[in-house]
């Protein structure tokens, strides 16, 4: 199970507090579909993901973005229990949606480098260590109730 | 195979990077040893705390290496060849290690571009370097 010290939470907390959850969400899920298209296999019904601009202006992809987003939200606020907080969404990834979890691991990262690119220098080499936990904790609590 | 606007998308992030290898190579190596410590084993030559000469001249290698392989990036496979081999026999890095470079190096990118940093550019580069790490431990076996 992964730990966070006292320290980390606090850093982490404090950089989330400054996120754009409305916007980083569907920039990151954009990204994903763009860099890793093999992942636009999950979204058929999301209309136009034809072009780069298509895929980063599709309303579709901004609103489960900013779902996803706001699910990572709720990680951080439980950082001490990530397989409870999302037991119920891996057995939904699981049994409906059928995602392989090498998704979330994409995800976790392409999340970490839209931080990056909204941060800047703030995204010191520490915090990046730090958000990589919560996305690879977010990640295994995803994929924990696969059967 | 790379297209040409990927091209023109990698070369555009390397005009950025070209003369400044060591800082961002330095940038690259810390951020690689503070995220995935693990990493650290393959480079013990450094030391346990390699202090901030040592990342910029090993930083500056490996950026310059990455150089070589943006001024050939038709034939990356003749153009690393000795690298390859070096690689398969001398460092062995175990290729599950070539996605956390890879990962470091979008964030440093992204953290220094920010605004400028198009998803184009993030694709081409995440194409690019795994294209080097695929030729690096392609005679492994």
């Known amino acids: 199970m992964v730990h966070f010290t006292a320290e980390e ?38 209309g136009n993901l034809y072009s780069e601009s298509a895929i980063m202006g599709n309303p579709k992809v901004k609103a489960h973005g900013r779902k996803v987003l706001n699910s ?24 409906k949606l059928h995602v392989d979890p090498e998704n979330f691991r994409l995800l976790g990262n392409v999340l970490v480098v839209v931080l990056a690119r909204r941060f800047g220098g703030e995204f010191t080499p520490e915090l990046q260590a730090s958000f990589q936990k919560v996305v690879t904790g977010v990640a295994n609590a995803l994929a924990h109730r696969y059967h | 195979m790379l297209s040409a606007q990927e091209r023109a998308h990698i070369a555009q992030v390397w005009d950025l990077i070209a003369g400044h290898e060591a800082l961002f190579g330095a940038e690259l190596l810390r951020r690689l040893f503070t995220v995935y410590p693990s990493t650290k084993v393959y480079f013990r030559h450094l030391g346990d705390h390699p202090d901030e000469v040592q990342l910029l001249n090993h930083g500056q290698r490996v950026l310059q290496a990455v150089g ?74």
């Open chain 1, 9 to 46: 939470k606090a850093t982490i907390t404090g950089l989330w507090a400054k996120v754009n959850v409305e916007e980083a969400g569907g920039e990151a899920l954009g990204r994903l579909l763009i860099v890793y298209p093999w992942t636009q296999r999950f979204f058929d019904s999301f």
């Open chain 1, 72 to 95: 990572f939200g709720d990680a951080i606020k439980h950082m001490d229990d990530l397989k409870g907080t999302f037991a119920d969404l891996s057995e939904l990834h699981c049994d």
């Open chain 2, 68 to 141: 070589v392989a943006v001024q050939y990036m038709d034939n990356l496979r003749a153009v690393l060849s000795p690298l390859a081999d070096l690689h398969a026999q001398v460092l062995r890095v175990d290729p599950s290690n070539f996605p956390l470079v890879i990962q470091c190096f979008q964030v440093v990118l992204a953290s220094h571009l920010q605004g400028e940093f198009t998803v184009e550019m993030q694709a081409a580069w995440d194409k690019f370097l795994t294209g080097i790490a695929v030729v690096l431990t392609e005679k492994y076996r």
